[in-house]
């Protein structure tokens, strides 16, 4: 095949923006992707903005790479304000996210974390019940009070996926289907190895997900991008209810309402991995205690039935992207979301696309730099 | 019989006991049970729980199955929106009961029963799990008050009777859903959750019936052939008086008779297939495989044309559209003559299904059948999967008949037994002759109709092919566009697949048609994933299995 300016590795929705990025630049690009696993097909549409209290719990030494990026996650969410607009409606709701407490030590952690939130630019605050009940009258008895962002949102991700795909093709994306096995530079740019032979290119971006690391070794980085397999539930439709994005101060959850009526109940819980090539399998105790914590937290859903669950691949690295080109090979420019990267995808494709042309990519881009896995 | 009074949108209606709400409905001239998100109206469809369309709310409790519902006196029951409020519904701890037998048994049909009654009999200590009212399966269908319609029903009630007597414990109305690795049932009975870790399983789940997809095809009044048969076998309703019964296979001729002598005018009964005179060849073949079956099929054909039934060979239904009360189905002739009839209810069977979704979710093996165009699981000879300890039997497996489930079943009970230690599977030779004799018939006897999936580059571009998503065939091919790899890929591009039903009318459909996109030969891969649920479950189940297995501890 001809010889691209740019190849894309991995078509979710980081590599999907950074190669429509490049191609409206005028750049010939490439995209491959290895269709499978990619968590942009089996996520939940959640705008994430402020901290989630399952990473801050999980990954407590990574708080602070969390909270410097609270902008960051904020100007992502108006990212797809934008996408929105321009791909004509992805179902982009932005009502805002809900944190409930149970307990009064929980809603102290929430007002805690509201100001470290409100110090960063995020538009928080913190209701008691009795405000909670004019916005959300669904919820059950036993919470007492929670935080509310108003720059959070949901959208519908299905919908998204397709309108760029589309997007992509009509940009003049090639897009094909394979998967990348290691990458080495040449005299006149990069050489991607794959099963069907080499691919060459000028310059390549990494938006491999949980594939990235692997494909950065051997360039002076080492960088831990996790594979960590997340289930999901959705139910039938009810009528229009739950206009929020709602989570847990102290418990793993989201739970949410789709345009089509639809709740989606998510928020972390484990699948089992079964290995790349694989989608990782549903565990009994990740349905029950997902869907159960639901039904305490709203009993006002608890009549409406469970219509499939599903699990799918989220990739973690350290708290933060990582968006710029490796220490060891200027060509090669990483572009991983890391947490919330359907949020952050965008954002991060579009940055990394700014890197390979070499323009600005309007954040300080340092900070997310691969170069801290350096060895 | 007891009569009950219930209401339906502020309608009075008057039902006997043991009923089902769908077949109350029918009977009292009810055909909208719902109203989907596009404003469409839907009505009972499969008559078993698998199509999700039959949805009402019964005192405001939304989306329940009328089909599965048996009517209650003074019960409140509406048309069901497509948005129902959140019904508020309290949460409260249920019941919850353990089983831990050394089969379990999952369905209660023909093979379900036999593999019971031969692994209790062998001292084992044995569960069956039934969805139903009463047990018996989809051929030996018992009727709701216990009488006997005929010959059939009777060896039903035969088998029952001998599974009750042989101590196996015989659990109805129970909804498995999950199905987990290692042999990890969830189930739900009534308010009752059920947790099932048995030593070993025997899957018996029987098969679901394949529809003729054709524009109109999900309107209200048009049903499967079994679904009528259900209405008037279990419950002594008729599906209309004016019916029309079409598609391809015996199920069709059996039920028109069944019908017709349960007083309803059948104006027409339309076979794809030229009729087996034209093939006198594979005619005398099913002859000799199975010269009484043969001779059953004969007689009622001999009773239909005695009735005067307007039957017709390679003829086929090309749409049904609605007026007034009446639906209006047109036919085709192989000569490319239509003709349009006026009817009450139009019944369709085209071949089955297996319901294999519990088989797949543990990762039996499967393989296609291109004929029957179905997946088929893998047994070797003892009915074991190469899943340790499940045993798969009858149309679950792939359409071999109730015959050959039965065969299958005392084989299967044999085995499961002898693996947790009660008697031996040594005396199977006369089992293992009758299965050979009945698969025999069988292939003979669908060498005769045909059931083969239709081509979907036949069908005009307005069919609904995902009845719950409301997509058409025209959606899907707009969906190949995108060069889907896969089912899944087209899935979460056009979300056909995605609704209640899971899938199980379209999902057949869009892996062939992915399959002939991308050139790839079909397999188990090449469909939907299977995912638990099996079926629909309420979150209040969910909380109860959850408190269930919490207390195990
Ligand atoms: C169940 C679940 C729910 C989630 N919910 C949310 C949510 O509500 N909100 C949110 O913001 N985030 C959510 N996430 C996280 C989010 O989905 C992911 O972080 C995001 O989609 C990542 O996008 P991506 O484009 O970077 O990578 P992916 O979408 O994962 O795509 C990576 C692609 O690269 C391919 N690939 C990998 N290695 C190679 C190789 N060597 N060669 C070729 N191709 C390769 C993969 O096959 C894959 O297609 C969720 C994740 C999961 C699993
Ligand atoms: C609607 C219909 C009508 C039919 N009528 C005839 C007929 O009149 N004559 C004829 O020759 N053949 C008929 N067939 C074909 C015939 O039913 C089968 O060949 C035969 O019944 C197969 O026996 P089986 O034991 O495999 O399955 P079945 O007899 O169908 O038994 C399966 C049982 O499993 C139960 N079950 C399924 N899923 C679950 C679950 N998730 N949880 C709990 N229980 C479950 C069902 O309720 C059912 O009782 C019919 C098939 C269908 C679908
Ligand atoms: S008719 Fe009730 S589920 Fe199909």
Not at chain 1, 58 to 81: G, I, K, M, T
Not at chain 2, 29 to 54: I, L, N, P
């Amino acid at each position: 095949m001809a010889r691209a300016d740019v190849l894309v590795i991995g078509g979710g929705v980081t590599g999907t923006l950074a190669a429509i990025t490049l191609a409206d630049a005028g750049a010939s690009v490439t995209l491959i992707d290895a269709g499978v696993n990619a968590g942009s097909d089996a996520n939940a549409g959640s705008l994430h903005v402020q901290m989630q209290s399952r990473f801050m719990r999980l990954y407590p030494d990574q708080v602070p790479n969390v909270e410097a990026s609270l902008p960051f996650y904020r100007a992502a969410a108006e990212e797809w304000v934008r996408l929105d607009a321009v791909l004509g409606g992805v179902e982009l709701v932005r009502n805002g996210g809900l944190m409930l407490a149970e307990t009064p030590d929980q809603l102290a952690f929430l007002e805690h974390k509201a100001d470290r939130e409100a110090a960063q630019g995020l538009s928080v605050e913190v209701l008691d019940r009795t405000a909670l009940d004019q916005i959300a009258p669904w919820l059950g008895p036993n919470i007492i009070g929670a935080e509310l962002c108003r720059d959070e949102g949901k959208l519908n991700p299905l919908l998204a996926n397709r309108l760029l795909r589309g997007r992509a093709e009509a940009a003049g994306v090639a897009r094909i289907t394979g998967k990348v096995d290691g990458l080495a530079l040449t005299a006149r740019g990069v050489e991607a190895t794959t099963a069907e032979g080499p691919l060459q290119a000028d310059q390549v971006i990494v938006a491999a997900a949980w594939g990235a690391g692997r494909l950065a070794d051997g360039f002076g980085v080492s960088i831990p991008t996790r594979a960590e397999p997340l289930h999901m539930n959705i139910t039938e439709p009810g009528a229009p209810s739950i206009n929020h994005l709602v989570q847990h101060a102290e418990r793993s959850i989201t739970l949410k309402q789709f345009g089509s009526g639809q709740i989606v109940i998510g928020g972390g819980w484990p699948a089992t991995y079964r290995g790349q090539t694989q989608p990782p399998l549903v565990r009994p105790a990740s349905l029950l205690g997902n869907v159960a914590l639901a039904a305490k937290l709203a009993p006002a859903i608890s009549g409406l039935k469970v219509i499939r669950t599903w699990a799918g691949m989220n990739t973690t690295i350290d708290g933060a992207s990582v968006i710029g080109a490796l220490p060891g090979a200027e060509r090669i420019v990483m572009a991983i979301p890391g947490d919330a990267g359907y949020t952050l995808g965008p954002m991060v494709g579009q940055m990394a696309a700014s890197i390979a042309l070499g323009a600005q990519t309007g954040f300080d881009s340092e900070r997310f730099s691969p170069v801290r896995f350096a060895v | 019989m007891t009569e009950i009074t219930f209401t339906f949108d502020g309608h009075k209606i008057t039902a006997r006991e043991g009923q089902s709400l769908a077949a109350a409905l029918t009977e009292a001239g009810h055909r909208a049970f719902r109203e989907t998100a596009k404003s469409a109206d839907r009505g009972m469809f499969c008559g078993m729980g698998v199509c999700q369309e039959c949805l009402v709310s019964v005192d405001g409790m939304p989306n329940l199955r009328a089909c599965m519902s048996p009517v209650r006196n003074g019960m409140v029951v509406a048309k069901q929106a497509p948005f129902p409020e959140f019904s508020g519904a309290h949460v409260e701890s249920s019941a919850s009961k353990h089983l831990s037998p050394d089969v379990l048994v999952i369905g209660g049909g023909a093979g379900g029963l036999s593999a019971a009654i031969t692994a209790a009999r062998a001292g084992a200590d044995v569960v069956v799990l039934d969805e139903r009212k009463v047990a018996g399966g989809q051929y030996y269908k018992q009727s709701a008050d216990g009488s006997i319609l005929d010959a059939q029903q009777q060896e039903g009630a035969e088998l029952l009777a001998a599974a009750r007597a042989s101590g196996a414990e015989i659990l109805s109305g129970v909804e498995l859903w999950g199905a987990f690795d290692p042999l990890l049932f969830l189930a739900q009975q009534g308010d009752t959750a059920i947790v099932a870790r048995p030593k070993t399983a025997i899957v018996a789940t029987g098969a679901y019936e394949r529809p003729v997809m054709v524009p109109g095809w999900t309107l209200p009044g048009v049903m499967t052939t079994g679904a009528a048969q259900t209405l008037w076998r279990s419950y002594g309703t008729l599906p209309g008086k004016r019916i029309a019964v079409c598609g391809s296979g015996p199920l069709n001729l059996q039920v028109a008779l069944e019908l017709a002598r349960g007083g309803a005018d059948i104006v027409r009964l339309a076979e794809r297939a030229p009729h087996p005179l034209k093939r006198p060849f594979a005619s005398l073949k099913m002859g000799a495989a199975g010269a009484s079956q043969t001779a059953k099929g004969v007689t009622m054909e001999l009773a239909l044309r005695r009735r005067g039934i307007d039957m017709r060979n390679a003829c086929e239904l090309v749409g049904v559209t609605q007026s007034g009360s009446e639906l209006l189905a047109t036919f085709r002739s192989a000569a490319g003559v239509e003709d349009t009839i006026g009817v009450d209810a139009l019944c369709m069977n085209s071949g089955f299904e297996p319901q294999n979704e519990i088989l797949r979710l543990l990762g039996a093996e499967m393989r296609y059948d291109p004929e029957m165009g179905t997946l088929r699981c893998h047994t070797d000879d003892t009915m074991h999967t190469n899943v340790s300890g499940l045993y798969a039997v009858g149309d679950c497996k792939g359409l071999g008949g109730a015959p050959a489930a039965r065969q299958e079943g005392i084989i299967a009970g044999a085995h499961a037994a002898t693996a947790t230690g009660h008697g031996d599977a040594y005396d199977l030779f006369a089992a293992r002759r009758a299965l050979a004799r009945h698969r025999r018939f069988q292939s003979c006897l669908w060498a005769l109709y045909d059931i083969a999936p239709r081509n979907a580059a036949t069908m005009p571009d307005d069919t609904l092919v995902c009845r719950c998503e409301e997509l058409t065939i025209g959606d899907l091919r707009g969906g190949l566009e995108g060069r889907p790899g896969h089912a899944g890929t087209l899935k979460r591009s056009t979300r056909v697949g995605m609704g209640r039903c899971q899938g199980r009318y379209c999902g057949p459909v869009a892996a062939r048609m992915v399959a002939e996109a991308t050139g790839k030969p079909i397999e188990d891969l090449s469909f939907f994933a299977p995912r638990v649920p099996i079926k629909p479950v309420a979150i209040s189940c969910i909380l109860a299995a959850e408190e269930a297995l919490d207390g195990e501890g």
